[in-house]
């Protein structure tokens, strides 16, 4: 069983910047896509950013592209999240996920293993 652990959310002003963390434990890893994900309250969660097993392609929501940047270390089984220009309306709580097949996805569902997420709060 896959255990996904994010860390990293917190208050920030809107202009700001976080960096989250995922940390991965009980697959394997290096053979999985890994996808970042948000929802904020009363909305559906949402796509944000995903990143091949390899970490040679990356893929983004239109309202992240050009702030975000997603990343891993295979070498220590953790995906990354990078943000920076942050805007109040990227408040929300992210989850990490991990697919099993190697295509990308951009889609919930298609994703088999869920952190339980952490907050970020954008205060404008």
């Known amino acids: 069983q896959v255990q996904l652990v994010e860390s990293g959310g917190r208050l920030v002003q809107a202009g700001g910047s976080l960096r989250l963390s995922c940390a991965a434990s009980?697959?394997?890893?290096?053979?999985?896509?890994m996808g970042w994900f948000r929802q904020a309250p009363g909305k559906e969660r949402e796509f944000v950013a995903g990143i091949s097993w390899s970490g040679g392609t990356t893929y983004y929501a239109d309202s992240v592209k050009g702030r975000f940047t997603v990343s891993r270390d295979n070498a220590k089984n953790t995906v990354y999240l990078q943000m920076n220009s942050l805007k109040a309306e990227d408040t929300a709580v992210f989850y990490c996920?991990?697919?099993?097949?190697?295509?990308?996805?951009?889609?919930?569902?298609?994703?088999?293993?869920w952190g339980q997420g952490t907050q970020v709060t954008v205060s404008s």
């Open positions: 009980g697959g394997t890893f290096s053979s999985y896509t």
């Open positions: 996920a991990a697919r099993v097949y190697r295509n990308p996805s951009y889609y919930v569902g298609e994703y088999d293993y």
